[in-house]
C-alpha cells in the first residue's frame, strides 16, 4: 500500500500548519498549496525538519484553471490524494454597505468557488476507490455573521453549504466530507490553538461520522 497523501490548499502557518504536522504524525505525505512560493519553502522545510515528507506547490485559490494545473501536478508527481482541506480565505474589514459587488465576487472565489473546484479535482479518483476524505476549513461567523467582515461571513456560509451538499451526495460513494467549524481566532497556546484544532480534523477523518464540528468555547 501506498503511503497516504494529503493536499492542503490555503498552506499557512496557522490551523492548515498544524493540520499537516497531525496528518504527517500518522505517516502521511504533504503537499502544500498557496500563491508564494517563498514561504512555501518555509512551512515545506519545517515539515522536513520534523521528518514529515512535504512537497510546495503555487497555485491561487481564485484562479480555477491554477488550481486545476496543481492538482493534475500533482497527481504526476505524487499519485491521487487521499485527503484534501481547503483552508484558504480572504479575511477583510469590510461592512456590507462598503462591500462593492466585485470585492463579493472576488472574495468569494477564494472563500468558496476554489473549494469546489479543488474538490471537484480529486472526487473522480476517490469515487474510483470508493473512499477518500474532503475536509473543508468553515467559521463560526457561517452561523454568527457579523457586519463588520460581512463577505467573510458570507463566504463562510458558502462553505458549510458547499461541505454538507457535498456530503449528502458522496456518503453513498464512500467518501466522506466533513467541516470544522471555527467559531474563534485562532491563536497558539489559547483554546484555539492549531494543534488542538487539528486535532479534530483528524477525528473527523478516522470517524467518518459526522459532517461538522462545531470548535466553540461558548
Known amino acids: 500500500?501506498?503511503?497516504?497523501?494529503?493536499?492542503?490548499?490555503?498552506?499557512?502557518p496557522g490551523?492548515?500548519?498544524g493540520v499537516a504536522r497531525r496528518f504527517g504524525k500518522e505517516g502521511f505525505r504533504i503537499v502544500l498549496a498557496a500563491r508564494r512560493a517563498e514561504a512555501l519553502e518555509i512551512y515545506t522545510k519545517e515539515l522536513t525538519e520534523l521528518g514529515i515528507e512535504a512537497y510546495p506547490i503555487t497555485a491561487d485559490a481564485a484562479d480555477p484553471a491554477s488550481l486545476i494545473a496543481a492538482f493534475e501536478t500533482i497527481k504526476q508527481k505524487y499519485g491521487a490524494p487521499d485527503v484534501l482541506v481547503y483552508n484558504a480565505?480572504?479575511?477583510s474589514m469590510v461592512?456590507?454597505?462598503d462591500l462593492t459587488e466585485s470585492q463579493l465576487l472576488d472574495?468569494?472565489?477564494?472563500?468558496?468557488?476554489?473549494?469546489?473546484?479543488?474538490?471537484?479535482?480529486?472526487i473522480p479518483d476517490m469515487l474510483t476507490r470508493k473512499q477518500g476524505t474532503?475536509?473543508?476549513?468553515?467559521?463560526?461567523?457561517?452561523?454568527?455573521?457579523?457586519?463588520?467582515v460581512s463577505s467573510l461571513s458570507i463566504g463562510k456560509a458558502g462553505?458549510?453549504?458547499?461541505?454538507?451538499?457535498?456530503?449528502e451526495e458522496l456518503r453513498p460513494h464512500g467518501?466522506?466530507?466533513?467541516?470544522?467549524?471555527?467559531?474563534?481566532?485562532?491563536?497558539?497556546?489559547?483554546?484555539?490553538?492549531?494543534d488542538a484544532i487539528a486535532e479534530q480534523y483528524w477525528l473527523l477523518h478516522t470517524n467518518g461520522n459526522e459532517t461538522e464540528f462545531l470548535y466553540s468555547q461558548v
Open 1 to 12: 500500500m501506498s503511503t497516504p497523501l494529503l493536499v492542503i490548499i490555503g498552506a499557512g
Open 89 to 91: 480565505a480572504v479575511i
Open 159 to 167: 462553505i458549510r453549504s458547499l461541505a454538507f451538499t457535498l456530503a
Open 134 to 148: 474532503l475536509l473543508f476549513t468553515g467559521g463560526g461567523l457561517a452561523l454568527a455573521p457579523s457586519a463588520a
Open 107 to 122: 472574495e468569494f472565489k477564494v472563500n468558496v468557488v476554489g473549494a469546489l473546484t479543488s474538490a471537484k479535482q480529486v
Open 175 to 194: 467518501i466522506y466530507v466533513g467541516t470544522v467549524t471555527i467559531a474563534g481566532y485562532v491563536a497558539k497556546d489559547s483554546y484555539y490553538d492549531p
Open 95 to 97: 461592512k456590507p454597505t
Open 15 to 17: 490551523v492548515s500548519a
